[in-house]
């Protein structure tokens, strides 16, 4: 009986302070935090000339495709990354979000109301929700993909930008940007708030954390100073698939930018990788050193080469090379026959797919790298009806030449082929077919 009064006595205490008594305070080293008791944090943005300024810089990195496939993906996490987002973004104008991966987003786009799509066209405007990072059907890697794959894939996520949100995004910045992206794209430990603790400022907590978390945060963004030039630091908040509750995520960041600034050692705000690169350029008085050669082979520990992504999967890479030789072809004759049609961007999806950085780089799950493979298949049988429309013929493909498998070939005899060379220059080299003759003859025609 004792136990059961004094606990309810207790918890009658703690209302009567709560409703009748101003909140206790408490102190940190060196400042006293000022918990907001309307419920609202200050993430005023303004920046500063004599303390560092620190950009928080919103993002969740979505990979097409890795240990499940691009479709299990986006219907069991990105669906609900971007749902949540745009929720957010609305609470607040200050709150800003960086997004990449078009063939994730125009997935997500079409599943949408025309209200929806007007609010992202309005958070697009007021720079909110940030497109311009990359702007690509995917991150491609940089080292195992043909130079126009990469032009290409990043081309097709542009187009779609500049037809539905006017954003021309600019390719000069491009590969500056996007290296930023590749190093290190998280926060400080401990602090990617979709799994680690949150930012526990009410007094009446007995595991108030508000000092111990603050001091941490402000503490990485010194040191992460020490090695960067001028005023401004960058923190991508967030890793894969970060944000499907994106309330929790961005609650914890009002608070953190609410306290940080209250600290007084750093100037800390929403922002985006544009903002910040500009800010950046705009400091003439940094010199920049200029680095020319590759930054291969990539090394994430002591003698951990990631070299031998050059060469895994090999026929997934091979059939990457088919596929595009087959898109380069069937643009060109398209060109020829000045028949444009878009019913080429299918080829184009599954050849810019393909280059996602944990495809054609061969580290994903054996069922991804199949269902990489079965939509090049797709893609390809599209292409082929294209280009027989263009020739406007029926024209077979010798794909499984190399196990001797053309049933053109071992079927007729005599049969004619067509070479085709979409090269600019004279090319020779030899070509195999098998055939059911001994003897064979091969002749030009006219």
């Given at each position: 009986m004792?136990?059961?009064?004094?606990a309810?006595?207790?918890?009658?205490?703690?209302?009567?302070?709560?409703?009748?008594?101003?909140?206790p305070?408490?102190?940190?080293?060196?400042?006293?935090?000022?918990?907001?008791?309307?419920?609202h944090?200050n993430?005023?943005?303004?920046?500063s000339?004599?303390?560092?300024?620190?950009?928080?810089?919103?993002?969740?990195?979505?990979?097409?495709?890795w240990?499940?496939t691009?479709?299990?993906?986006?219907?069991?996490?990105?669906?609900?990354?971007?749902?949540?987002?745009?929720?957010?973004?609305?609470k607040?104008?200050?709150?800003?979000?960086?997004?990449?991966?078009q063939?994730?987003?125009?997935r997500?786009?079409?599943?949408q109301s025309?209200e929806?799509?007007?609010?992202?066209?309005?958070?697009?405007?007021n720079?909110?929700?940030?497109?311009?990072a990359?702007?690509?059907?995917?991150?491609?890697?940089e080292?195992a993909?043909?130079y126009?794959?990469?032009?290409?894939?990043?081309?097709?996520?542009h187009?779609?930008?500049?037809?539905?949100f006017?954003?021309?995004?600019?390719?000069?910045?491009?590969?500056?940007?996007?290296?930023?992206?590749?190093?290190?794209?998280?926060?400080?430990?401990?602090?990617?708030?979709?799994?680690?603790?949150p930012?526990?400022?009410?007094?009446?907590?007995?595991d108030?954390?508000?000092?111990?978390?603050?001091?941490?945060?402000?503490?990485h963004?010194?040191?992460?100073?020490?090695?960067?030039?001028?005023?401004?630091?960058f923190?991508?908040?967030?890793?894969?698939?970060?944000?499907?509750?994106?309330?929790?995520w961005?609650k914890?960041?009002?608070?953190?930018?609410?306290?940080?600034?209250?600290?007084?050692?750093?100037?800390?705000?929403?922002?985006?990788?544009?903002?910040?690169?500009?800010?950046?350029?705009?400091?003439k008085?940094?010199?920049?050193?200029?680095?020319?050669?590759?930054?291969?082979?990539?090394?994430?520990?002591?003698?951990?080469?990631?070299?031998?992504?050059?060469?895994?999967?090999?026929?997934l890479k091979?059939?990457?090379?088919?596929?595009?030789?087959?898109?380069?072809?069937?643009?060109?004759?398209?060109?020829?026959?000045?028949?444009?049609?878009?019913?080429v961007?299918?080829?184009?999806?599954?050849?810019?797919?393909?280059l996602?950085?944990?495809?054609?780089?061969?580290?994903?799950?054996?069922?991804?790298?199949?269902?990489?493979?079965?939509?090049?298949?797709?893609?390809?049988?599209?292409?082929?009806w294209?280009?027989?429309?263009?020739?406007?013929?029926?024209?077979?493909?010798?794909?499984?030449?190399?196990?001797?498998?053309?049933?053109?070939?071992?079927?007729?005899?005599?049969?004619?082929?067509?070479?085709?060379?979409?090269?600019p220059?004279?090319?020779?080299?030899?070509?195999?077919?098998?055939?059911?003759?001994?003897?064979?003859?091969v002749?030009?025609?006219?």
């Amino acid at each position: 009986m004792v136990k059961v009064w004094t606990a309810v006595a207790a918890a009658a205490v703690t209302y009567a302070g709560a409703q009748g008594h101003a909140r206790p305070s408490f102190e940190c080293e060196h400042w006293k935090p000022h918990y907001p008791f309307n419920g609202h944090y200050n993430t005023t943005t303004a920046i500063s000339t004599d303390k560092l300024n620190v950009h928080l810089i919103p993002h969740t990195h979505d990979d097409p495709g890795w240990l499940i496939t691009v479709d299990q993906y986006f219907t069991q996490e990105v669906d609900y990354i971007l749902d949540t987002v745009v929720t957010e973004l609305q609470k607040d104008p200050k709150r800003r979000f960086m997004y990449v991966e078009q063939s994730f987003f125009q997935r997500w786009w079409r599943e949408q109301s025309k209200e929806t799509k007007k609010i992202v066209k309005k958070l697009v405007k007021n720079g909110q929700l940030d497109l311009e990072a990359n702007g690509g059907w995917v991150m491609h890697d940089e080292a195992a993909p043909h130079y126009s794959t990469m032009l290409d894939q990043t081309a097709f996520g542009h187009k779609f930008l500049l037809k539905e949100f006017g954003i021309s995004v600019e390719t000069i910045g491009l590969p500056q940007r996007h290296r930023m992206l590749q190093d290190g794209y998280g926060g400080p430990g401990g602090f990617f708030f979709e799994n680690d603790s949150p930012i526990k400022d009410d007094p009446y907590l007995h595991d108030n954390n508000v000092c111990e978390r603050i001091k941490t945060f402000v503490d990485h963004s010194l040191e992460r100073a020490k090695h960067t030039k001028g005023n401004h630091v960058f923190w991508p908040m967030g890793t894969d698939f970060q944000y499907q509750n994106a309330h929790r995520w961005f609650k914890n960041l009002d608070k953190l930018i609410h306290y940080a600034n209250q600290e007084g050692r750093v100037n800390m705000f929403y922002s985006t990788l544009g903002q910040y690169t500009d800010l950046k350029l705009q400091d003439k008085s940094l010199e920049w050193s200029v680095k020319t050669d590759d930054f291969f082979p990539y090394a994430d520990q002591p003698n951990g080469y990631w070299s031998g992504y050059f060469s895994s999967r090999p026929a997934l890479k091979r059939y990457v090379r088919v596929a595009n030789s087959l898109l380069q072809s069937v643009r060109q004759l398209e060109v020829w026959a000045g028949a444009k049609s878009t019913r080429v961007n299918h080829l184009v999806a599954t050849v810019g797919l393909s280059l996602h950085h944990d495809g054609i780089t061969g580290t994903e799950k054996q069922k991804v790298s199949d269902d990489y493979a079965q939509r090049l298949g797709e893609g390809v049988g599209n292409g082929h009806w294209r280009l027989n429309e263009l020739l406007d013929t029926t024209v077979d493909f010798c794909f499984l030449a190399n196990v001797s498998i053309c049933n053109r070939s071992t079927t007729s005899d005599p049969f004619t082929f067509v070479v085709y060379n979409p090269l600019p220059v004279a090319h020779s080299y030899t070509i195999e077919l098998p055939i059911i003759a001994k003897n064979a003859a091969v002749e030009l025609a006219n």
